[in-house]
């Protein structure tokens, strides 16, 4: 296989575009197929396995095995080396297979004679469908372009045999059972409520109708047509958001999404493998496969989730070049069921026919469910198997509540969710009765009720909550998606548009907390082993002093005339405070140099989440002018538990004495210190929580939108002369959490938990 050139992948491919364009049954084809690349990469032996029922890899084809072993060798996924190519989705060259852990004997395919594998997997919409391998009978290395080359082909195979519904779906997945019964999934709810519908498949896979092309220069001119076509519908998309108040929350959204359309690095890769002799879809396939498989293998999940908005992009492309539309028709109680979706594909639905969404994959910070927020769609995520279990037209009852789907309910269980759909309608209509009353308790005490906002779209939740201010503005959400942070104009604007969007409450600036290999990092960053504890947030920033400067000097552009209030994440050292204090300084002083506009007022803060602060809070206190508990950090170091570890999710509890009393130190000691606190973590959201810090002594909560109201009407009810004591009384106990004798002390009072 030396010495292959890029002429000779052409003409390896435009025969396997002759095969496979021929006739005969898929079988005879698939024959032909696997000689042709035996004979073409000059190896002894070809195999294509394909995925069947139960994750196992059937030998489908082969050019040199027995052919005895075809469609009775079988191998599980992480069984052997064809197994581990399948389990990671990724290549394997060896010059030497029977040396690896991993090989597995099987004397029937034959297979004593040939000593090195090169295998790939064959990737069609973004699955694993089976593995293509070329064997050598002589011990021999293969290189980079050799393994690239048989990707390539593999990706060819791969459309060939979905064109050709090789192994149909019935076949490759496993029954349900009975189908008549009602099957409960389970998955992560990204934003609540409860839809009831149909199912909707959405297929953004556009089938590949030519691989190989005729001419690189053709296919090259289409390429960048069809990139000027996806510009136009991205600007159109975010033209269409102005005067449309649901829009305003996601346009920053669109206008980053803008930006990643012109990625040169993107479209250069396409480039790359157009001139290599594929046409323009197959390349932007190609290269969007091959960055999958890549990002699969990050452990970040904000960076793989970001594998959305290229899916989405790259989809969007690949329909472009096929001529076709987005939008489909759906029924008039459509839910949407997909592997994952991009915020863009979303908003070409009908949103009023849209009544839930079902993503096997994504996360809270995916761009998507910031959209599906945006509209009030229930969100299910994480749903194992919900492609090969939901069938397009299966009725569904979404309960984005409790993170369930429930396929083909009965009458009953329809009836229910009727029922409790009704009871939370009622349930917002009270919050919304308490929507002006102060968050005070029945004893008079006030708190401050803040909300934590990350996007435009966050800050609606300002009028609908009717909440104090913005407590948290978390200000790398938007960016998370770019290679690098935008220029100090673009920044100052989406910072003006936040303090327009608060309309004179106060809003507290988070500067970038971001992973060591998320956005404007050096390239080549080597991938961290603890990323949650690694290279970031305010680690990065004062590393990078520039990014801080350029953010620190659109904050305090965006705030003059207005009042300034920024803090620092992660803080882990006092210096570490006083350096980010010092930059912002320097940046202050710039700019009244320059003759800028004063903010009306300055306020500096850090964030308490790293627990070595809970030792310097004395000498933090004389150099801060505030200090916002970040829960959500702060227990996971704590506890030394991930915070996005679902088996952990329930071991340790913010209600824990330990927590308590590490709370009721810090605010002994920022009282002492005389500085300002608040909390912005999860745990200010939730009702019992919220109790518990009240009585603790906190009066400035900062939680999400969907939080306010209950804890506004938590509070309403407590007398705090009441529940403190019985907090307080509680801080020794040797239980795990108070969680529970909290909720019968609320129970017994009738407090509104
Ligand atoms: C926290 O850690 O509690 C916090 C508020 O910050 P984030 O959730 O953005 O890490
Ligand atoms: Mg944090």
């Not at 690239?148 to 082909?153: D, F, G, K």
């Not at 009585?695 to 403190?724: T, Y």
Request: hydrophobic content about 45%; aromatic content about 6%; proline content about 4%.
């Amino acid at each position: 296989m030396s010495g292959f050139s890029a002429a000779d992948l052409r003409r390896m491919l435009s025969r396997l575009r002759d095969v496979m364009a021929g006739i005969g049954a898929v079988q005879e084809r698939l024959d032909k197929v696997v000689a042709l690349i035996a004979n073409d990469l000059r190896a002894d032996v070809c195999s294509c396995y394909v995925m069947r029922a139960g994750e196992v890899l059937e030998l489908f084809a082969t050019f040199g095995l027995s052919q005895k072993a075809v469609h009775s060798t079988r191998l599980r996924v992480g069984e052997g080396l064809v197994g581990e190519i399948a389990a990671h989705a990724r290549p394997l060259a060896l010059a030497d297979a029977w040396s690896h852990p991993q090989f597995v004997y099987r004397p029937e395919t034959g297979e004593d004679f040939f000593r090195s594998l090169m295998g790939v997997p064959m990737i069609q919409a973004g699955r694993v469908i089976g593995v293509l391998v070329v064997q050598t009978r002589e011990e021999r290395p293969f290189n980079d372009w050799e393994v690239e080359t048989l990707e390539t082909v593999a990706m060819v195979i791969a459309e060939l045999m979905a064109a050709s519904q090789i192994v149909r779906r019935e076949e490759l997945f496993q029954a349900e059972g009975n189908a008549l019964l009602h099957v409960r999934l389970t998955g992560v709810s990204l934003h609540p409520g409860v839809g009831i519908g149909v199912a909707v498949m959405h297929k953004p896979h556009i089938r590949i109708g030519r691989l190989v092309s005729d001419d690189p220069v053709v296919e090259e001119q289409r390429l960048q047509t069809a990139l000027d076509t996806l510009r136009k519908e991205v600007d159109a998309l975010i033209d269409s958001t102005h005067g449309d108040d649901f829009a305003d929350g996601y346009r920053d959204i669109l206008e980053v999404y803008r930006m990643f359309a012109d990625d040169r690095g993107w479209i250069s890769r396409i480039s790359e493998v157009i001139a290599s002799g594929l046409t323009a879809e197959a390349a932007v396939q190609k290269v969007h496969d091959d960055t999958r498989v890549r990002m699969m293998q990050v452990n970040d999940p904000i960076l793989r989730e970001r594998l959305q908005d290229l899916d989405d992009l790259a989809n969007r492309l690949l329909s472009i070049l096929a001529g076709g539309g987005m939008r489909a028709e759906l029924p008039d109680n459509a839910i949407l069921v997909c592997r994952a979706i991009g915020p863009t594909e979303l908003l070409d639905y009908d949103r009023r026919k849209l009544k839930g969404l079902v993503m096997e994959e994504g996360s809270p910070t995916m761009h998507a469910a910031v959209v599906a927020k945006a509209l009030d769609l229930p969100v299910v995520a994480q749903v194992q198997g919900a492609l090969n279990r939901i069938d397009a037209l299966d009725q569904i009852v979404l309960d984005a509540n409790a993170g369930q789907v429930v396929l083909r309910p009965s009458e009953e269980v329809v009836d229910l969710y009727m029922a409790a759909v009704e009871a939370r309608t009622k349930q917002k209509a009270a919050y919304a009765a308490i929507r002006d009353l102060p968050a005070v308790t029945r004893d008079g005490v006030k708190v401050t009720l803040n909300l934590n906002a990350g996007f435009l779209l966050d800050m609606h939740g300002l009028t609908e909550t009717n909440a104090d201010g913005i407590g948290l503005y978390r200000t790398e959400m938007p960016f998370l998606a770019l290679p690098q942070l935008p220029d100090v104009k673009t920044q100052e604007t989406l910072y003006k548009q936040v303090l327009d969007g608060a309309g004179g409450r106060p809003v507290t600036f988070r500067t970038l907390d971001v992973g060591g290999d998320k956005i404007a990092a050096s390239s080549g960053q080597a991938p961290e082993d603890n990323p949650a504890m690694g290279w970031r947030s305010i680690r990065l920033t004062l590393d990078r002093p520039s990014l801080l400067r350029q953010q620190l000097r659109a904050l305090i552009k965006a705030t003059a005339g207005r009042h300034l209030r920024v803090m620092f994440p992660m803080i882990a050292t006092v210096s570490e405070f006083q350096a980010a204090r010092r930059i912002f300084s320097m940046e202050l002083d710039r700019h009244y140099k320059q003759g800028g506009r004063a903010p009306l007022s300055v306020k500096v803060g850090s964030m308490l989440e790293v627990p070595s602060l809970l030792w310097q809070l004395d000498s933090l206190a004389k150099c801060t002018d505030f200090i916002s508990i970040g829960t959500n950090d702060l227990m996971q170091f704590v506890f030394a538990a991930d915070r996005g570890n679902t088996r952990l999710a329930n071991r340790y509890d913010t209600l824990s004495p330990a927590v308590l009393n590490m709370l009721a130190s810090v605010i002994a000691r920022c009282k002492a210190g005389n500085v300002e606190l608040s909390v912005c973590g999860e745990m200010a959201g939730a009702p019992l929580d919220a109790l518990a810090l009240i009585a603790l002594g906190f009066r400035n909560l900062s939680m999400s939108a969907a939080g306010i109201g209950p804890v506004r009407a938590a509070i309403r009810s407590a007398v705090l002369a009441d529940l403190e004591p019985f907090v307080r009384s509680r801080l020794t106990s040797p239980e795990t959490s108070l969680r529970e004798s909290l909720r019968a002390f609320a129970r017994d009072r009738g407090l509104s938990v």
